[in-house]
Nanobody
Framework: QVQLVESGGGLVQPGGSLRLSCAAS????????IGWFRQAPGKEREGVSC????????YYADSVKGRFTISRDNAKNTVYLQMNSLKPEDTAVYYC??????????????WGQGTQVTVSS
């Protein structure tokens, strides 16, 4: 069964850093594209980053480009999101998700449970 489990969220001060993890099971992560999404209170869910397995390309939303980095550890079947220079507007529940395709998912059908990131002083 396809399963995604996020971890690593928490409370961090503005300007701080946090690394999120997404452990995949039921499929081999290296063969599929996977993305990170987030949903802030009162806002729609938005894509923040993804990793394309067929090209090796990465994608970042303009709002996080230069601050966030997506990476993958094939041995651990885990994808990460390193978040630096965090801002209060980064506060959201972060999800990893896939559609088991090779391109970055637009409407994923497999989601993790989410992990809360709160950026506040």
């Amino acid at each position: 069964q396809v399963q995604l489990v996020e971890s690593g969220g928490g409370l961090v001060q503005p300007g701080g850093s946090l690394r999120l993890s997404c452990a995949a099971s039921g499929f081999t992560l290296r063969n599929y594209a996977i993305g990170w999404f987030r949903q802030a209170p009162g806002k729609e869910r938005e894509g923040v980053s993804c990793f394309s397995s067929n090209t090796g390309r990465t994608y970042y939303a303009d709002s996080v480009k230069g601050r966030f980095t997506i990476s993958r550890d094939n041995a651990k079947n885990t994808v990460y999101l390193q978040m630096n220079s965090l801002k209060p507007e980064d506060t959201a529940v972060y999800y990893c998700a896939t559609d088991l395709g090779s391109s970055c998912p637009v409407r994923p059908n497999y989601w993790g449970q989410g992990t809360q990131v709160t950026v506040s002083s």
